[in-house]
């Protein structure tokens, strides 16, 4: 059991220790390497990861094969292909490591009979996703609402050290710029 998802389950929601050790029994560690993809677009997903270590990202491959990065997860991130496991379709995204990354994976349906089981766990599935959701509506406005310059000082403070673990051209497509346009931003030191 990883030590690193029981005190993150511990520091989101209070729970009792039997209900937050049969949550943790339910995960098994697996290692990707940098590159490697956790899920693949037109896949079907069965389970749900914390992130140990390493670095993550979602990202979607454009019919002319252009990439385009949705978010970045940090070590002590759950992360799940929401789409697929909900409403049981073929994955929209790609879950990749940007580093050699341990995850530990849970089955989904393994999770929702704890759920089941442990009433109490629905608190930490509720703020997970309240969590999510917060972070989506957030990425949405900067996207919508800020120029390049803005975007770019959100994602440093979202991020702090990001730009030093990730190619700037991840960066760049995350933002929705080219890695030109990140250059010329980073030139001008607008942090």
Known sequence: MNDDLIQTVRSIVNLPDPVVLAFGELFQSIHLA???DWVREGE????IAFLSSGL???YYISPSGEVHNKHFFLERSFLAPMTSLVLKQPSPVFLGALEDSCLEVASYAEVLRAFDRF???NRLGRVLMEYAWIGKERRETQLIMLDSAARYRAFLQEYPGLEMRVPLYHIASYLGISAVQLSRLRSRKLT
């Open 56 to 58: 993550m990202r979602s």
């Open 119 to 121: 009433p109490e766990l």
């Open 44 to 47: 079907m997903a069965t389970q």
């Open 34 to 36: 940098k590159g490697e």
